[in-house]
């Protein structure tokens, strides 16, 4: 679990680390984007909903849970999709999905429609999306992942801090049935950010170089793999012990990693500060969320930090705990507080799925990821309610916030104790290549002692010529 091993994906490709990676970083932050900040940029129209629709605050906020339930449940289904049809066909139809979901939902006549539409199908077309655009960036980088890994989640506070203006302008010009038919046409991009998604084929060089005289039992192999029906949903990641620890750890941590973003502004105002005061925490919280992923990104490939990936997720957990059970009491502590949570909440984004792809590797990534998800999306849709019962039952913030901080914490300690205890570290690449040569060494140091015994007798038959007139024999040492 903490070891970093170089990933070659299914095609047998080192990943290129660079070249047309990049154009898949673009389009992997373009969806990072949408599929994080679409469900909170929705909110925007609540209120207009409400007075369409006569239903109250809590009917509308379930379109964002069914969001996100999509996002987060349709994994497994999303990992079938993607080993039988690959990457680029399931995120174009995502993206048509996308769309469809937010232009119907322009004509809706009742809240149940928008359900349907907004939450169901945009939903699912975004979840189709997102999961395919991490396999193919686990493709195509390997050295520089985590890198990428932090670009790509640093979409989330861009795109969420462009499509909440966006959506309030289109509200106000259009209302919202134009809004949602606008926003329904900008997730087509979704389909262009698909068609980046050039899945990677060996060169024509290499595939010749590899056919030699063993041409016909390798051909056999070819066949006998074709054959062979391939896993649409690998459960044998369940084996590795590395996996399980990260999928309990991961699932405890969204109990109350997403707590304190719904509930700081409404904290805010109970302490009696403005509307727009109140508002402006999140604006910081996103700000600095969105330099800290790339940043850490950066730190995570470094070669020290790297190969202890894992502990350094559990730090960044145990951060984010720890800015939560520190709280707050007035207006510049909160302020500290959004600073210190959006620092920790951008590290934890940048190596999540960092961390995963070092455990499991390019070749059950695809359904690891399915899997992992589809456990989080039990503890999304039961942790902020269950904040909210307590919130109901205690009248007090505080402890709201004390819980979400215990949960991430716990979850940084079962991760890093079961990951020391229970998990031996990856011999690396390098250490392989360091034992080979130094075989090779230890066999080159052998021969000189044979090497030095046979040079007497070499100079005792090269004076024979000199001697007897004719070159004697060499003897069988000397050859």
């Not at 670009?151 to 966006?166: K, R």
């Not at 996996?243 to 109990?255: D, P």
């Not at 904290?267 to 604006?283: P, W």
Request: net charge neutral; aromatic share 10%; glycine share 10%.
């Amino acid at each position: 679990m903490g070891g970093v091993a170089v990933d070659v994906g299914s095609t047998g490709v080192k990943a290129p680390d660079g070249g047309w990676g990049w154009a898949v970083l673009a389009g992997c932050f373009v969806i990072t984007g949408f599929s994080y900040a679409f469900p909170k940029a929705v909110s925007v129209f609540f209120k207009e909903l409400i007075r369409e629709f006569g239903v109250g605050y809590s009917d509308t906020a379930w379109i964002s849970s069914i969001l996100l339930a999509m996002l987060y449940g349709t994994g497994p289904l999303c990992s079938v999709l993607v080993n039988r049809f690959g990457c680029r066909p399931v995120m174009m139809v995502g993206g048509l999905f996308a769309s469809l979901g937010m232009i119907l939902a322009s004509f809706s006549t009742s809240i149940i429609h928008i359900y349907l539409s907004t939450g169901v199908i945009t939903g699912l077309g975004l979840a189709l999306n997102f999961q395919p655009s991490l396999i193919m960036l686990n493709r195509y980088f390997s050295e520089k992942r985590p890198l990428a890994n932090g670009l790509s989640a640093a979409g989330s506070p861009v795109a969420l801090c462009c499509l909440s203006p966006l959506g309030q302008v289109l509200q106000y010009q259009y209302g919202w049935r134009g809004g949602f038919l606008i926003l329904g046409g900008l997730l087509l991009n979704c389909c262009v950010c698909g068609a980046l998604m050039k899945p990677l084929v060996p060169p024509k060089s290499a595939q010749k170089k590899e056919l030699g005289e063993d041409d016909d039992k390798e051909q056999e192999a070819e066949r006998n793999k074709k054959k062979a029906k391939p896993k649409l949903l690998d459960f044998s990641v369940f084996k590795d012990r590395g996996f399980l620890i990260y999928t309990v750890a991961a699932s405890i941590m969204v109990l109350g990693l997403f707590v304190p973003p719904v509930f700081v502004v409404s904290y805010a105002k109970e302490l009696g500060n403005e509307d727009t005061k109140s508002a402006l925490l999140l604006t910081i919280l996103g700000f600095v969320d969105m330099f800290a992923r790339p940043l850490c990104g950066v730190i995570a490939g470094m070669q020290w930090v790297r190969p202890r990936c894992v502990y350094f997720f559990g730090f960044a957990m145990i951060f984010n705990g720890t800015a939560d059970l520190i709280g707050s009491q007035d207006y510049p502590s909160l302020v500290a507080f959004c600073i210190f949570f959006g620092i920790s909440y951008g590290m934890v984004g940048a190596l999540q799925f960092e961390v995963l792809m070092a455990i499991v590797g390019t070749e059950k990534f695809s359904s690891a990821i399915g899997l992992v998800l589809l456990m989080e999306a039990i503890a999304v849709l039961v942790g902020p309610p269950g904040a909210g019962r307590l919130l109901d039952a205690t009248k007090n913030y505080m402890y709201v916030f004390l819980l979400a901080g215990c949960e991430v914490a716990v979850s940084a300690v079962v991760l890093t104790t079961c990951n020391f205890l229970f998990i031996k570290p990856k011999p690396s690449v390098d250490a392989d290549k360091h034992e080979c040569v130094t075989a090779a060494d230890d066999s080159t140091a052998k021969m000189p002692k044979s090497i030095t015994v046979d040079s007497q007798e070499v100079e005792r038959f090269l004076k024979e010529p000199q001697q007897n007139g004719s070159m004697a024999a060499c003897p069988e040492t000397c050859l």
